[in-house]
C-alpha cells in the first residue's frame, strides 16, 4: 500500500508487546455477577439496530476467579486451560445454530471474541453459569501512568531497578530523538530499508538502503511512523525532562533507535 511503512526484515512493529503492559480487559469494568446484568442495554440496542455487534465474552471458571498464569505452578496452569477450554466448549455448543462468528479463542485467558446477533447475545445472557459478562468489543488507549504501577515497575524503581546502565534497542519505524519524554536517551541510531524497483523505496536519511550513526535512526517520513518513539517512550521514557509525573518502564535506561521500514510504492 504506497506510503505505508513496512519492515523489510518482516518486524511489523516489533516493539508492540510493551502495550501489553496495560490494564486486562477483564479487570477494567465493575464485575457483573447477576443474570440481568450480563449485557448492558447499549450492547443488546446495538445488536438490534445493526444486525450484528462484536463483543468479548467473559466466561464464569470452575475454580472461580482467573488466576495470572505466571501465579500457577505448571499442573495448576494446566488445569486451568482445561476449564477455560471445556467452558468454552459449551458455551458455544449453546451457540450453535444461533447467529454468531467466533472471532478469537483464548487458550490463556477466560474469554472469548464474537461477533453475533441478537439471538445470540440472548443465550450468552441466559448462559449466567457459564458467561460472567459479555461486553462490546471496541478500541481502548491504556495509558503509562496506569501501566507502570499494574506490572509493579514502581516496586522495582523502589529497589533500585529502573534500567540504569541498560540500552532498550527499539526496532521499530524511528524515534523521534528531540521528544522532551526521551531527551538525552538515544545513545546509538542505524537504518535498514530497501530500494526495489517498482516495490519500495529506503526511508533512511541519506537515501541509502543503510545507514549507521547519530541521525540514522530517526523517525521515518511517512504517516504511521510516530509508533517507534511511542513504543520508546513507553520502555524507556523519562518523565521529569517532560515535566510530567509519570515515566516509561525502565526509565533510567537508554535508548538505541533501529529504523528498519521501507515506504512500498506498488
Not at 490494564?23 to 447477576?34: A, E, I, R
Not at 522495582?156 to 521528544?179: L, P, Q
Not at 511511542?230 to 535508548?255: L, P, R
Request: aromatic share 6%; hydrophobic share 40%.
Amino acid at each position: 500500500m504506497s506510503g505505508r511503512p513496512r519492515s523489510q526484515l518482516g518486524l511489523v512493529y516489533v516493539g508492540t508487546f510493551f502495550l501489553f503492559l496495560s490494564v486486562p480487559f477483564w479487570m477494567s469494568p465493575p464485575s457483573t455477577d447477576s443474570a440481568g446484568n450480563i449485557v448492558l442495554p447499549e450492547v443488546r440496542e446495538r445488536a438490534r439496530r445493526e444486525g450484528r455487534v462484536r463483543v468479548i465474552a467473559e466466561m464464569r471458571l470452575p475454580a472461580g476467579q482467573h488466576v495470572p498464569e505466571g501465579l500457577l505452578s505448571g499442573a495448576a496452569l494446566n488445569v486451568q486451560r482445561r476449564d477455560i477450554a471445556g467452558v468454552r466448549g459449551q458455551i458455544l455448543a449453546r451457540l450453535a445454530g444461533r447467529t454468531h462468528h467466533v472471532l478469537r479463542q483464548y487458550s490463556s485467558v477466560p474469554l472469548i471474541a464474537l461477533e453475533v446477533g441478537p439471538d445470540a447475545l440472548t443465550e450468552l445472557e441466559a448462559s449466567s453459569l457459564l458467561v460472567r459478562r459479555v461486553v462490546e468489543d471496541t478500541l481502548n488507549a491504556p495509558t503509562l501512568p496506569q501501566s507502570v504501577p499494574l506490572i509493579g515497575a514502581d516496586q522495582a524503581w523502589s529497589r533500585g531497578f529502573d534500567g540504569s546502565g541498560m540500552v532498550v534497542a527499539i526496532v521499530d519505524t524511528g524515534v523521534e530523538v528531540t521528544h522532551p519524554f526521551l531527551a538525552g536517551k538515544v545513545v546509538e541510531e542505524a537504518c535498514y530499508s530497501s530500494n526495489v524497483t517498482g516495490h519500495s523505496s529506503t526511508v533512511c536519511p541519506n537515501g541509502q538502503t543503510e545507514q549507521i550513526g547519530p541521525g540514522a535512526g530517526v523517525s521515518c517520513p511517512l504517516s504511521s511512523c510516530w509508533h517507534g518513539t511511542h513504543v520508546a517512550g513507553i520502555a524507556a521514557g523519562n518523565g521529569g525532562g517532560a515535566g510530567v509525573a509519570f515515566s516509561g518502564i525502565a526509565k533510567g535506561a537508554q535508548i538505541m533507535a533501529v529504523q528498519v521500514f521501507s515506504k512500498f510504492t506498488s
